[in-house]
């Protein structure tokens, strides 16, 4: 083992409560396989997405720690990653994750409208969980639909021209969704679904 490697494992804090099945871990080697020797970290992307969609829906530190520790990389380049880009959530989410872009183009066509709009109809403003779980509300840069605007993504989902009545249709349709399973009964796989 090189020194850095080991300078790495010094800092990298173990919680045996957090761990992939065998399963995961094998497709997890077959995704570092795609990337040249010593260049595990460019596996970080898509192996956060695994995390996330199979350690509970969310990213804590001691998720992002074990995967530092897969990859060999120290956890502070895990941190940046993960909380860099919008799709990875640090902090437990609800069902629904509506993330609606606040750049120029649709601020302009609307956006903050829309998001003061489901911050009102929601209860809960940017960044908060409503109390049954069931919506996030998140306000993100352009999410690469800028001829749509104003545009919101609702976990995988993109609504795009969005007006106030789209919105209520929207909520009213993932509400009543919902209704067929309890939010806390579902896992993050079918959240996705
Ligand atoms: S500015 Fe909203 S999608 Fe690009």
């Known amino acids: 083992m090189s020194d850095k490697q ?5 800092y990298v804090k173990k919680n045996n409560d957090v761990a992939f099945t065998a399963s995961t871990l094998e497709k997890i080697q077959t ?33 992002m720690d074990y995967v530092a520790g897969l990859l060999d990389i120290t956890p502070i380049e895990v941190y940046e990653v993960a909380t860099f880009y919008s799709q990875f959530y640090i902090d437990p989410v609800g069902k629904y994750v509506i993330e609606v872009c606040q750049t120029g183009p649709c601020a302009i066509c609307g956006g903050e409208d829309m998001i ?3 911050e009102e109809k929601l209860q809960i403003k940017v960044g908060e969980t409503t109390d049954d779980k069931l919506f ?37 349709k993932l509400r009543s969704e919902s209704e067929l399973k309890k939010p806390e009964e579902l896992t993050w796989k079918e959240r996705l679904s």
């Open 31 to 63: 995704i570092i396989s795609h990337y040249p020797n010593g260049q595990q970290k460019s596996a970080l992307i898509p192996v956060l997405h695994i995390a996330q969609e199979e350690l509970g829906g969310s990213l804590n530190v001691d998720i």
């Open 116 to 118: 003061q709009y489901l």
């Open 136 to 172: 996030s509300l998140k306000a993100v840069e352009c999410l690469g639909a800028c001829g749509s605007a104003p545009v919101m993504q609702v976990n995988t989902e993109f609504h795009e021209f969005l007006n106030l009545q789209k919105i209520d249709e929207i909520i009213a």
């Open 6 to 10: 080991f300078k790495h494992k010094l």
